[in-house]
């Protein structure tokens, strides 16, 4: 398919919200056993688990290695297309295409590049080649045109918009020597502008403590609809995570999104502490180069980091009393949607979550030749 | 996408004839250097060419390995869609789904068991596992449920059919201990007529002279339309290829068809014995289980190997005199297409043509969620 040179702004495209109408959804399955444990197999049985439920709203593809293919399909239910994909990772969110469309219902891709969270600085694996594709490869398969960022490291995840003009992030992710350091702050804005069509950007500090994303705002926030958002909360004035969503709150609370309106701000209670354990630990393939996963290191657990589908929020456990509660708060902020709640602690051992291995491909108005 | 246990023709599908309305054509790259010279770059501006004068008749998607990625999206013109699919080699005709159809234009595919063109026996290199997953892997990009001719082993290209009940095959490929040794001849037919919807199979004897696939029906005999055929015809009686046209034309002038007509037979000259020169064997890797290339072996050319696109004839051409004689048979048996003549020794070194290199996908009626 085409690679554009012009940019989505200039050719009058944005990007829709995660609540708007979609197309389907984008996965990748899990299988680098340097980063899920036993093999991947209980991450591969999460990630059908999140599939299946996806499934219920929207059609779901899984992109996956040859390797693997086999074991894919065998797994998958029949409604979930399967499709080869090579991949470093199953982080779809962050290598996958950001889709932008126009008024006309044309979807098109935007092709960031992509360094594993850090590149040689603080990158979590070596090489991430396989990954830097995937965005480009969606777009074929779906025969959508593509913008490519050339020279601008993005992840989906460190991102989230309103779809009215207003992009949320963190600067703890988006100003990290690690991604742009060439460029400044306000230029990062004209990028995100141009790319997305944004015409605000509010920049929250500082993500979940101890998330290896560098604080990807995925984890942290999200955009319920314009002008109302939810933020991870704990009340727990001795956790680190206390001061980081208190700084974010009072942020917030002194901000106008592009449209001018004040912002409602839902409290999402986060899980209490979660800690890998030492069988968790021993399951994963020791590998220099590879961020490790040691026995007490704690988990970057948030309810926030749930995908908003068709008519649908699938959202993890954590088998944490709060669990009830943030369905509780769900409910309240999307009282038209069906919620479906998935066991997510294997998801979580690989350092993201449901948000993080899914990405949303808008709806689009077919051409004639089935192209747009 | 879902395995159908039942058959297509329990179901009332058929396979159409290739000159029928297709939705779009199949390719695979070429890579594999102990097939193909030069590390496969000659062959590789031939698949382009092929691709691109196809691609001005109906979509086209070319499957591609990871390896090759970004060389063929950088190759192909941006009309062509590029996929990621792994494979052994590029003969997307013996390997891809053959695709059937019912009233109301529901496609599905046939994913029948591939061997190499003879496993064990006489396959022409060793694994072919990944080929194996090529139809499969076509049919979950297209959302297409398909049926698993479990243990039944068959190649794309050693049959031809008229969409009307008529199936052409060679007794040289389809009776070769190397593909079905446990079927008889009746079972064979038996087979054939569930899995395509055929009602009467025409046996020819043995396809073009030397050629490795076991004589493939595709390079020696054509369906035009039903009733209609072309053969591949030599006036050289010192020709190894003279007896073997002649036994087919007088097998073919003394049958009917499913339909209870009398054939019309169209003879097409072949071009003159093509052998393989030093310079291009020694191009070719030398690799212990492959087919090895060597010099002066007489090559299977055959201008019946063409593709019938949307409105098109994409056909080889050999740089032989009777390159314009072809060009004008084509033009009486096709009047309505247009022709696209395509320099085609580099496919041909690799043991093929481009029809070899092809797959149709016939047209479908879009269900409501883009699946059928």
Same mark, same amino acid.
């Given at each position: 398919m085409k690679k554009l040179s012009s +940019?989505?702004?200039?050719?009058?495209?944005? !990007?829709? =919200?995660?609540?708007?109408?979609?197309?389907?959804?984008? !996965?990748l399955w899990p299988?680098? +056993?340097?980063?899920?444990?036993?093999?991947?197999?209980?991450?591969?049985?999460?990630?059908?688990?999140?599939?299946?439920?996806?499934?219920?709203?929207?059609?779901?593809? !899984?992109?996956?290695?040859?390797?693997? @293919?086999? /074991?894919a399909v065998n797994h998958l239910p029949d409604c979930v297309r399967v499709v080869e994909m090579s991949n470093d990772d199953s982080w779809v969110r962050d290598t996958g295409a950001t889709f932008v469309t /126009?008024?006309?219902?044309?979807?098109?891709?935007?092709?960031?590049?992509?360094?594993a969270w850090g590149g040689l600085v603080d990158g979590l694996y070596f090489p991430w080649d396989q990954d830097d594709r995937v965005a480009q490869k969606i777009c074929g398969v779906e025969r959508k045109d593509f913008y490519k960022a050339d020279g601008f490291v993005l992840e989906g995840g460190s991102i989230h918009v309103d779809g009215e003009g207003t992009l949320y992030t963190t600067e703890e992710c988006l100003l990290s020597e690690s991604r742009n350091p060439h460029l400044s702050k306000q230029e990062i804005e004209e990028k995100l502008?141009? @790319?997305? =069509?944004?015409?605000?950007?509010?920049? #929250?500090?500082?993500?979940? @403590?101890?998330?290896? +994303?560098n604080g990807h705002v995925d984890n942290i926030m999200c955009v319920v609809k314009p002008g109302t958002i939810m933020l991870a909360w704990t009340e727990d004035k001795n956790d680190p995570q206390y001061e980081i969503s208190m700084e974010n709150l009072k942020l917030l609370e002194n901000e106008t999104d592009a449209k001018g309106r004040k912002l409602e701000i839902i409290k999402m209670m986060l899980p209490k502490p979660i800690l890998i354990s030492k069988d968790e630990s021993g399951g994963v393939d020791m590998v220099d180069g590879t961020l490790p996963r040691d026995e007490g290191d704690r988990l970057a657990a948030s309810y926030i980091n749930f995908y908003i589908a068709n008519g649908g929020i699938v959202y993890p456990l954590f088998n944490d009393?709060?669990?009830?509660?943030?369905?509780?708060t769900l409910r309240r902020a999307f009282p038209d949607r069906k919620l479906i709640g998935i066991e997510a602690r294997e998801i979580l051992l690989? =350092? =993201? /979550?449901?948000?993080?291995?899914?990405?949303?491909?808008?709806?689009?108005? #077919?051409s004639g030749d089935g192209t747009n």
């Open positions: +940019t989505p702004k200039k050719d009058g495209f944005r !990007m829709p =919200g995660e609540f708007e109408a979609h197309e389907g959804c984008w !996965m299988e680098r +056993t340097d980063n899920w444990r036993l093999g991947a197999k209980p991450a591969q049985a999460a990630f059908v688990k999140v599939a299946e439920a996806i499934a219920e709203f929207e059609p779901v593809t !899984m992109g996956v290695s040859a390797r693997q @293919y086999d /074991n /126009n008024d006309d219902g044309v979807v098109r891709g935007v092709d960031w590049e992509f360094n502008g141009e @790319y997305l =069509g944004i015409e605000k950007v509010i920049w #929250l500090k500082r993500g979940i @403590y101890n998330d290896e +994303t009393p709060n669990d009830t509660l943030a369905e509780e690989g =350092g =993201g /979550n449901i948000h993080c291995i899914t990405q949303q491909q808008p709806a689009s108005k #077919l």
